[in-house]
């Protein structure tokens, strides 16, 4: 096990700035997952922390040790691709010892070794299998058995599930999971797929354009995004996004929404400002679509809304139901038993106290 300290990290191709002064700190035992649209730099930081990748400024620190020039196979570090690598004429047992053997490992230690994590992986039963013989969550579980018999300070996944269908995703999510629990190695995990990466992860990186937006654990990401690409990134169906204006009225503040003027006025009592905007900034209101709820006495901090269905999409537990609200489209994820018909206004509440507020202009959360 391992502390990792990325510190000031600047990678570039050519004209190219892809990663812009990354820093990271990881420490021993965590799961951090890397998060972010495709192109963002997530897995060229985990290149360059493997040592796959150069590091044109900046250190890469591991337990206290700078290892920007030390060869990957030094840094005692393994890594699990997306597109599983192995030698399709080995065996199952052959493509799991293979670096061991590389490394002159003693005969004892490496059956110990095999035996422990093909069992763990549930792959014992298919070590005389060659890799064509095997399904793809098959294929991926090797991979990682060759990755933990080295049992190394840092596990790296790069977009390991992405080539699995969705029932075997989750499959191997629960098995990364519990390898975690069990071994309590750090591991470092790069992924698109916002689901991986609240489900596994102690702690979430949002990254976008070679920069870190944020970090935190998976419900601060989820409920106290500092941006507008955090809160739209993260949430499935997206967060809501309805432009407005901010107005102080006897010390009390208030969302107008845009086109409303003065005849609609959401009053933000509860609300916490990392900095109060001021009379008349343009700003953007942020809600989540399971805060349209049908009507709840016992929140305190609510609006009665009347809003009319204009698409209703059944996902089999629940309904995402897209309405107008004050002329701008808005999701709600409403009980599946709802009558709800498209053009028949329904009762609702909004729940005020789980509501962000953005800056138009700088995109941050105020």
Known sequence: MATLKVNNLTKDFGNTKVLKQINLEVSDGEFIVLLGPSG???????????????????????????????????RNIAMVFQSYAL??????????????????????????????????????????????????????????GRALVREPQIFLFDEPLSNLDAKLRVEMRHEINKLHEQLGTTMIYVTHDQVEAMSLATRIAVMNEGIIQQIGTPQEIYDQPNSIFVADFVGSPSINLVPGKFSVEKNQFFFIPKQMEENFKIPLKDYKFNNRPSEGQEVIFGFRPEHINLEDKSLKFQIELNLEPILIELTGYEQNITFDFMGHEVIGRLPRNINAQVGKAISLSLNLSEISIFDKISTNRI
């Open 40 to 74: 963002c730099g997530k897995s060229t930081l985990l290149n360059m922390i493997a040592g796959l990748e150069s590091v044109d400024e900046g250190e890469i620190i591991i337990d206290e040790y700078v290892v920007n020039r030390v060869e990957p196979k030094d």
């Open 87 to 144: 030698y399709p004429a080995m065996t199952v047992r052959n493509n799991v010892i293979f670096g061991l053997k590389q490394r002159k490992v003693s005969k004892e230690h490496i059956e110990k070794s095999l035996n422990r994590f093909s069992k763990m992986l549930q792959i014992d039963q298919l070590l005389d299998r060659k890799p064509a013989q095997l399904s793809g969550g098959q294929r991926q579980r090797v991979a990682m």
